[in-house]
């Protein structure tokens, strides 16, 4: 069943392999995270490592940074037998990774973050001319006075990469890279590993994305439940081959059954924005003057590249954000899906059922009834195909998309007549982002207004029956075309205020 | 963790105390077998030294540990027990003496009935306790100030607020000592065991453990505390619950337990106010909350293995002839060891979880 070959232990070159790991096994405690999973990373490439959310990639990852000691297995780096017992031992090895989660200190600039885990006295002119110098050298502009809690996703991430750079690493792993990024930023990125990867140096791009894999690596690897199941060059694969030997032979929804674009909006208003600014605690107008209504049973979608605001406007349909100026009507509760679940969503340490117990709590008087709030989650999480043990274990054992579908059965579990939901596939693999995506329909179909905002935009034409698009806290109506979107996503399309 | 665990890891953290504790004695010229002796009689080794010197001592630290343990599972660390507590004791005698129920006062022989007069000496200690605690939640709240800064400052002047008031308005009637007048007997908290110390200070501890237990686990009140302190951005955004007064009012709470601690070791042992009347009990809290997992029922038991450990410190000054400040060195070493222990075995237990 398994179309894995052993890795060669050099590449048809003759060179020494930039990264080899042969069949590394990891158990923690008694779940198998991986075992049989095998990487071979030739230099001068750029190597896709693909699998669902849970398939083990990122552990793999792991274990080459010397995070996690594998049970079993050998690996080499550049032809000399590899095993790093600390991130340090990594380092000093030539690898560099960069996480899905950033480790950057909000309250430091680039150059002080980059400069961390240096040695030597730290001056900061001279760090900055430092990281200025090396972010000219390897294309990745930067600000270095730039303090991280300032800086965008975009930027903390390129700062990230810089600071694995700034130790001259030569293999890069990069975690999901284009899963926080804005379209063309991603694709900016993608380009700059290309480049990055041609004089002799890898990178390891850990993705479920299929066509960022296709696009821009030269082979690929795909796990599946921790054992290496496809190893080949990309030019010999196709988006078909992947999808199967990542989810198994399963057959696969791509699409998404969706009503007609022009969806009935004689229905009533259920969120009714009119003249509504949002001021952060920094003085800037994020929200600016924006009149909005959004109909029951209708999707609509915000397009926006980031940091234009959107973020602030969910939250003020939500009810999270009190508006500086002007009036929101909206019903008492509307089901609030956001981008970070982990820090706004859940509870990680907390069972299921209180989790579940999450909604509404502000309110709630008197006893909690756990059995019955146990039995609402059971039902729950059934009815959303949430894959768990039972409504009593830890938020933290479930997968990323498996606490995904259980934020939108919980948020959508009393039939809510509003949902404002954000980046709601962020970071899942395919066959999650389906039923994340056939749940927030099934809801507009159910009644509820449904607002989103992706910042895949194919993603959001897929979902929305209408869009908008937000630029410098400001709405623009557009037609349902990709083309004029992507320009008043950028602003080069004044002519977009037409709708 | 299974019961067994606990077992096998307070065992490991017993044998390690009482080698450090003879190494200690050793280096500085004392008999060990002497020292370990007395440390042994004084705390559990007879009835005496259990009912009347651990168990009365575990009562004001359970207490201050059920205010430390809910004010970190509301997300905030209450360094400030021990003023909170100076502040519960304070406002009990100041009530007592305004009662007139010291000795000597107005109420000895008739006046307001001491059915009376204990609870409102118990209450008045709470809510002094609990205003303590509030200048610090108000501070952070307000203007940003760690509490972790804030309670300890106010752990300075109550001591020395104490020291002020005893030498001026609640000295004793003779104007002799630096204390205040006694609390009259009907006013005292009745002993629980006849021919011991032991008061009913320990029923009004495990009462309030179990209701603290009992609210954290099943009531809203509790559950969303909880969540404030495991994650407050979840708290707001998830659960809609206004984070701040939640962390106010656990953290006032929080300074009501450990005034009422005061207030209880006022009125069921020393009977009078004066400077000395904590020995750090507020700061040896923080550690039996954090023993105890900052469960409210392990914080009963945990309060006892602490009262032991200052019984028999006491009774190894005493009896033994150590002076002092090695005694209080020893403690401190035997808290360390107790915690890092406790530590160690539970992230061995979370890397066998995960």
């Excluded at chain 1, 952060?280 to 605001?309: F, P």
């Excluded at chain 1, 959107?310 to 003020?316: C, I, K, P, V, Y």
């Amino acid at each position: 069943m398994s179309t894995h070959r052993e890795p060669p232990p050099r590449s048809e070159s003759g060179l020494p392999l930039a990264l080899a790991i042969t069949d590394v096994r990891v158990a923690f405690g008694g779940t198998v995270a991986l075992d049989g999973a095998s990487l071979a990373v030739r230099p001068g490439t750029v190597h896709a490592l693909l699998g669902e959310n849970g398939a083990g990639k990122t552990t793999l990852m792991r274990v080459a940074f010397g995070l996690v000691a594998p049970d079993a297995g050998t690996m080499h780096r550049a032809g000399v037998p590899y095993a790093p017992r600390t991130p340090r031992e990594a380092i000093a090895a030539g690898l560099g990774m960069v996480f899905q989660h950033f480790s950057l200190v909000p309250a430091m600039t680039v150059a002080e973050n980059i400069a961390l885990g240096g040695s030597g006295a730290f001056d900061p002119q001279r760090e900055a001319r430092r990281v200025r110098a090396l972010a000219e050298r390897t294309g990745l502009a930067i600000d270095p006075t730039l303090r991280i809690a300032e800086a965008s996703i975009g930027m903390q991430q390129r700062s990230e990469i810089l600071k694995a750079l700034s130790r001259d690493a030569s293999v890069l792993m990069l975690d999901e890279p284009t899963a926080v990024l804005a379209p063309q930023d991603a694709a900016e990125l993608l380009q700059w590993v290309r480049r990055f990867a041609r004089d002799g140096r890898a990178v390891v791009l850990v993705t479920h994305r299929l066509q960022d894999a296709l696009a821009v690596s030269d082979d690929i690897t795909v796990l599946r439940r921790g054992r290496t199941v496809l190893a080949d060059a990309a030019e010999r694969l196709d988006e078909g081959a992947l999808a199967r030997a990542m989810v198994g032979e399963a057959s696969i929804q791509v699409d998404v059954p969706r009503v007609a674009a022009d969806a009935d909006r004689t229905k009533p208003v259920a969120l009714r924005a009119r003249g509504v600014s949002a001021i952060d605690a920094t003085g800037r107008t994020r929200v600016d003057d924006v009149d909005l209504d959004v109909h029951a049973g209708e999707v609509l979608g915000v397009a926006a590249i980031e940091g234009e605001g959107q973020h602030e406007l969910l939250r003020l349909l939500a009810g999270r954000l009190r508006p500086s100026r002007g009036s929101l009507e909206r019903p008492p509760v509307v089901a609030f899906v956001p981008e970070d679940r982990h820090r706004d969503a859940v509870v990680l340490d907390a069972t299921l059922t209180e989790n579940f117990a999450l909604r509404e709590l502000g309110t709630r008087r008197g006893r909690m009834p756990w059995s019955a709030l146990a039995a609402q989650t059971t039902t729950a999480i059934d009815a959303f195909d949430v894959r768990a043990p039972g409504a009593d274990v830890a938020m933290r054992t479930l997968s990323g998309g498996n606490q995904q579908k259980f934020v939108l059965a919980r948020e959508l579990a009393d039939r809510p007549p509003a949902l404002v939901i954000e980046n709601p596939t962020r970071g899942l693999d395919i066959r999650a982002a389906d039923a994340v995506r056939a749940a927030i329909r099934r809801a507009a179909d159910d009644g509820t207004a449904v607002v989103v905002h992706s910042g895949d935009l194919d993603e959001l034409l897929l979902m929305a029956d209408r869009v908008v698009v937000m630029t410098r806290g400001r709405l623009l109506p557009v037609t349902r075309d990709r083309d004029t979107i992507a320009r008043a996503m950028i602003g080069t399309a004044p002519s977009a205020r037409t709708a | 963790m299974t019961p067994a665990r606990r077992a096998g890891i307070a065992c490991v953290a017993a044998i390690g105390g009482v080698g450090a504790l003879a190494l200690l004695l050793a280096v500085f010229g004392y008999s060990p077998a002497d020292g370990l002796l007395a440390f042994w009689r004084g705390s559990v080794g007879t009835s005496y030294a259990l009912w009347s010197a651990t168990l009365v001592r575990a009562i004001p630290l359970s207490l201050a540990g059920l205010g430390v343990a809910l004010a970190i599972r509301g997300g905030r660390l209450n360094v400030g027990a021990e003023g909170q507590l100076l502040a519960g004791a304070t406002a009990g005698a100041l009530v007592a003496q305004l009662l007139g129920a010291v000795e000597g006062g107005t109420a000895t022989g008739g006046g307001m009935s001491a059915a009376l007069t204990t609870p409102i000496v118990l209450i008045a200690g709470a809510l002094a306790g609990a205003a303590w605690a509030s200048v610090a939640a108000w501070l952070r709240e307000r203007f940003g100030v760690l509490e972790v800064i804030s309670t300890i400052m106010l752990n300075f002047i109550a001591v020395h607020l104490v020291g002020a008031l005893v030498r001026g308005v609640l000295q004793e009637p003779t104007r002799v000592y630096p204390q205040s007048a006694t609390l009259a007997a009907a006013a005292r908290l009745p002993v629980l065991v006849p021919t011991t110390r032991l008061h009913a200070g320990a029923l009004l501890a495990i009462t309030l453990a179990a209701l603290l237990w009992w609210t954290l686990r099943y009531t809203a009140l509790g559950f969303r505390v909880r969540v404030v302190g495991e994650s407050a951005a979840a708290a707001a955004s998830a659960g809609g619950i206004d984070v701040a007064r939640v962390a106010v009012m656990s953290f006032a709470v929080s300074g009501a337990l450990a005034g009422l601690a005061g207030a209880v070791e006022y009125a069921g042992v020393t009977y009078a106010l004066y400077e000395n009347l904590s020995p750090g009990y507020g700061y040896t809290a923080i550690a039996v909350a954090l023993l105890a997992r900052l469960n409210p029922l392990w914080v009963i038991a945990s309060g006892v293995l602490f009262g032991a450990l200052q019984a028999g410190g006491a009774a190894m000054q005493r009896d033994a002839g150590v002076p002092a400040t090695l005694v209080q060195m020893i403690e401190a070493i035997l808290i360390i060891a107790i915690v890092l222990v406790d530590r160690a075995s539970r992230r061995r237990a979370a890397e066998a979880g995960t």
